[in-house]
């Protein structure tokens, strides 16, 4: 009895590491118009900065694709935690620290605690994946509803104290939010963890990337993190920028209601989703994204764009985490080294995706006059609709990794009727 109760204290670190993630994640573009408009940053400047963070974490995630097996997960779990801190610690205190070099401070805040938040990436899906559970899939897609309810933390209490304090105090809710990583570097040193498979069974990466299977579940969850990401990162400013509505109405009703989506569809599938099949819900959620990121850029309708976007949340709520689930089921043998190479396919679709976005955005207000609206207006819009191809290419790879699975199957199927 003592012993499951050591391990759900390991399931709810795991949790509340997820919430430090979406406040690493969500936080900084809530800033955005803000800095931009203080600093005279351009859109493409934020949109790197965004970059900046998954591209760190693409780098965090392949260094320490196999230190992590060999010397296990409690010390870089650690670090990660302690990183997100220190990251935060830098990046509020740029104002003071980097005064006319601004851009310079934001970005090694930035570096810091995306390094956190990579060893987070690369570690949490493993840690809960050697636990004892008897559903992976369900235990697994209850992690990721924390990174999203996270999410609606961040944005919403966030958006409240900036509203109530006022823009300019943001450097001091950021040093509030250092309290979340390290209470869980603190739980982190005592709980119990397990590793998945040793280092001298693990897969090794050379391996991985000959198989077409893994290669389209990466391909897919790269996808499936651009979809997320690029939606998410530019809500607040497409609402507000775009569709003229109030920053608090977009921050709240954009980004807070796709963070609830996402978090209700991942929460349902780890409850029910024993009742589905995973494939059938990964091709229906890349199909639905499309059609929503088409809906949201082109409507003139500020409820109608709202509503889409929180669809959206629910559409790509599996899109990642459930593509993992497949990939780590039908590769028991991969250890972290897999996970890594998934969070790094993930995290670049996360750089590329609002960066494309904000670079469609600045061309397009440069270069693109409709009647009616203003260039800023444009351009937002052109961004949006450019996150079209992102669930557009998942749903290619969804049904590639659909079939390769089948086929899989098959062979296991016939090598055990032989034996």
């Not at 709202?306 to 780590?328: E, K, N």
């Not at 494309?356 to 609206?373: L, S």
Request: a neutral charge.
């Amino acid at each position: 009895m003592g012993k499951k109760e050591n391990f759900n204290s390991t399931i709810y670190t795991c949790y509340l590491s997820s919430i430090v993630m979406a406040v690493v994640c969500n936080f900084p573009p809530l800033l955005f118009l803000f800095l931009r408009e203080t600093y005279g940053f351009s859109f493409g400047a934020m949109g790197a900065l965004v970059s900046v963070n998954f591209v760190t974490q693409v780098a965090t995630d392949v260094l320490f694709s196999k230190v992590v097996d060999k010397y296990g997960y409690r010390p870089f779990i650690i670090l990660g935690e302690c990183m997100c801190a220190l990251g935060f610690l830098v990046f509020a205190s740029t104002p003071w620290v980097f005064a006319g070099m601004e851009y310079t401070g934001l970005v090694i805040g930035t570096i810091l605690f995306s390094i956190g938040a990579g060893l987070q990436e690369l570690l949490l899906s493993p840690i809960m994946d050697a636990l004892p559970t008897e559903n992976k899939e369900k235990a697994m897609s209850l992690m990721h509803s924390f990174y999203a309810w996270g999410q609606v933390l961040a944005v919403a209490l966030s958006t409240i104290l900036l509203m109530v304090l006022g823009s300019e105090k943001w450097p001091f809710i950021m040093l509030g939010w250092m309290a979340l990583p390290i209470t869980s570097a603190t739980l982190f040193c005592f709980v119990p963890l397990r590793q998945r498979v040793s280092a001298e069974k693990a897969m090794k990466i050379r391996e991985l990337l000959s198989m077409p299977l893994f290669l389209f579940a990466l391909v897919a969850i790269s996808c499936g993190g651009a979809s997320e990401v690029t939606i998410c990162q530019w809500t607040s400013s497409f609402m507000e920028g775009a569709l003229d509505m109030p920053k608090v109405w977009g921050d709240i009703l954009g980004m807070s209601g796709f963070a609830v989506m996402m978090g209700l569809g991942r929460m349902l599938y780890g409850l029910y989703g024993e009742r589905f099949d995973l494939h059938k819900l990964l091709v229906a959620g890349s199909v639905g994204a499309t059609a929503l990121y088409v809906i949201a850029a082109l409507t003139n309708s500020g409820g109608i764009a709202v509503i889409a976007c929180c669809l959206i949340g629910f559409c790509v709520s599996l899109l990642w985490p459930g593509t993992l689930s497949v990939a780590a089921g039908m590769l028991p043998m991969a250890g972290a080294s897999m996970f890594a190479l998934a969070a790094a396919g993930g995290d670049l679709g996360c750089a590329v995706g609002p960066w494309f976005a904000g670079i469609v955005t600045d061309w397009a207000a440069a270069n693109v006059q409709i009647a009616g609206f203003t260039a800023q207006q444009v351009g937002l819009r052109a961004g949006i609709l450019s996150g079209t191809i992102f669930p557009a290419v998942s749903l290619v790879f969804q049904l590639l990794l659909w079939r390769a699975c089948r086929k899989k199957r098959m062979e296991q199927a016939a090598s055990g009727r032989k034996a």
